[in-house]
């Protein structure tokens, strides 16, 4: 039996859905992170599973139980904000202890909670100051240590890291997956950064329109995609898609032409009768630059240089095609980046079919390319 169990959950605001026929599930332990844009619905079903919003159709199931409709303070689940939270008039001994104060548990048991939860995160020698007196980091780790202290089943995060700079934010990620590791309890985690997500999580779940667009460990859903939507959203740089049209669907082969406006390739991809257009997929680091006097085999492609971004050790050149498609590739120091037109070679063992409605195109034994 999972720990958590969503089934056919969805969610409307009168003619609006936000979340449609959402199934998952999350064992015990689990650090999961949900991850898309804007409006797609993963806060909502995080609050949803919290208690703090209303089910439409479908149940969300807890250990076994069905708790549709549980109070949130009952579910045995803590929420950490994205906005703290905190009691601005409260010390930090009060905004951590206040849910064991307001249940009234004896002040003994609650100074004892609040001291492991402090020095799990490091907030001894803050304890007597206000929030206002703190750094964003030093808030959220209250806000942390407010749910530590109830000891729940569950911690559910959302976009608890969104207000911190960047420095600010890999150090808080470490400090999230080293509280993870010590405490074992089930965490659930929003987010719209890809590369937080890839950072935390155990299983990745990536959602868009309101559904579940594919769940599984980071690396699955980055190396095998189930659609265009998840090959674009995870990875930085995101994947190039040029659009390409077939030429020939043989036994073992799969021929594609005009790829971005002139590049040929073939693919041993077996899919009998594919015909029409498609997008191949070929992440940033599967492109090179063709040296001078190089000769490489299969698609080659070029293209007018639009940016290069300098990050010190390697470089991110924009190009566009001959049909006004833009690619990107990854480049090493010692590349000759100064012509403004260069020529790009793909290692094809990597390359991605995609087809009009978005969907991976596999071949009958499964593999993509």
């Not at 479908?58 to 549980?70: F, K, M």
């Not at 803050?126 to 109830?150: E, H, N, T, Y």
């Not at 995609?354 to 969907?359: A, E, Q, S, V, W």
């Amino acid at each position: 039996m999972a720990f958590l169990d969503i089934t056919s959950v969805s969610k409307s605001y009168g003619a609006q859905t936000v979340l449609e026929n959402v199934n998952l599930l999350i064992e015990k332990g689990e650090f999961v992170v949900f991850l898309g844009p804007s409006g797609c619905g993963k806060s909502t079903l995080l609050r949803m599973i919290s208690g703090l919003e209303t089910i439409t159709s479908g149940t969300i199931s807890i250990e076994g139980q069905v708790v549709n409709d549980i109070e949130p303070a009952a579910r045995g689940t803590a929420m950490v904000f994205q906005s703290y939270a905190l009691y601005p008039h409260m010390t930090i001994f009060q905004n951590v202890s206040f849910g064991l104060r307001m249940a009234r548990k004896p002040r003994e048991m609650i100074a004892k909670a609040v001291g492991q939860a402090a020095a799990i995160l490091k907030l001894d020698r803050l304890m007597d100051r206000k929030p206002g007196q703190l750094s964003g980091g030093q808030k959220q780790r209250v806000a942390i240590g407010r749910a530590i202290v109830r000891e729940p089943r569950a911690f559910l995060f959302d976009e608890p890291l969104s207000n911190l700079d960047a420095e600010l934010r890999v150090q808080m990620r470490a400090e999230l997956m080293d509280l993870h590791r010590r405490l074992g309890t089930t965490m659930i985690y929003v987010t719209h950064d890809q590369v937080e997500a890839m950072t935390l999580a155990d299983k990745m779940v990536v959602m868009s329109g309101g559904r579940v667009q594919q769940a599984g460990p980071p690396l699955q859903l980055y190396d095998d995609p189930d659609n265009r939507f998840v090959a674009g959203f995870v990875g930085s740089p995101k994947m190039n898609f040029l659009p390409a049209q077939v030429v020939a669907s043989e036994a073992g082969r799969l021929r594609l032409s005009g790829i971005g406006g002139s590049g040929q390739a073939d693919l041993p991809l077996d899919v009998p009768g594919l015909q029409g257009a498609v997008e191949l997929g070929l992440r940033p680091q599967h492109l090179h630059l063709v040296a001078p006097g190089e000769a490489p085999a299969g698609l080659v492609l070029e293209g007018r240089v639009v940016m290069v971004e300098e990050l010190g050790s390697e470089s991110f050149v924009h190009l566009d095609l001959a049909d006004g498609t833009r690619i990107t590739l990854r480049a090493g120091r010692e590349a000759d980046l100064a012509p403004s037109v260069l020529r790009v070679a793909a290692d094809l063992r990597h390359a991605l079919i995609f087809g009009p409605d978005g969907l991976r195109i596999r071949g009958r034994d499964g593999r993509a390319a």
